[in-house]
C-alpha cells in the first residue's frame, strides 16, 4: 500500500476546508464556509497508521509535520519475512 501524507486546510471546528477562497484567505461564500483556520497533515496510506498532526496556522508549519512524519515511516524497519 502507498503511504498517503496529506495537508489539509481545515475549519475551525476541525472540519476539512474545500470551498474556494479568495487571495486574503477568506472563503469567497461565506453562507457556506465559516473559513479557514489552519492546516493539519495527516496519514491515511498505512492501516497501522492514524497519525494526526497538530492544526497549525500556516501551511508550511503542517507542511513541516508531514515531512518529518514522512521519515519517520522511512525509518521503521521492515517487516520481517518468513
Known amino acids: 500500500m502507498r503511504l498517503a501524507?496529506?495537508?489539509q486546510a481545515v475549519h475551525a471546528d476541525g472540519s476539512v476546508c474545500t470551498h474556494?477562497?479568495?487571495?486574503?484567505?477568506?472563503?469567497?461564500?461565506?453562507?457556506?464556509?465559516t473559513g479557514r483556520r489552519g492546516?493539519?497533515?495527516?496519514?491515511?496510506?498505512?492501516?497501522?497508521?492514524?497519525?494526526?498532526g497538530?492544526?497549525?496556522g500556516m501551511?508550511?508549519?503542517a507542511d513541516d509535520?508531514?515531512?518529518?512524519?514522512r521519515?519517520?515511516?522511512a525509518q521503521a524497519p521492515a517487516p520481517a519475512t518468513a
Do not use: F, N
Open 20 to 33: 474556494p477562497t479568495a487571495p486574503t484567505g477568506k472563503p469567497r461564500d461565506p453562507a457556506t464556509c
Open 39 to 52: 492546516y493539519v497533515a495527516a496519514c491515511s496510506g498505512s492501516p497501522d497508521c492514524t497519525w494526526t
Open 59 to 61: 501551511r508550511t508549519l
Open 5 to 7: 501524507i496529506t495537508t
Open 65 to 69: 509535520d508531514r515531512k518529518a512524519h
Open 71 to 73: 521519515d519517520h515511516h
Open 54 to 56: 497538530e492544526r497549525r
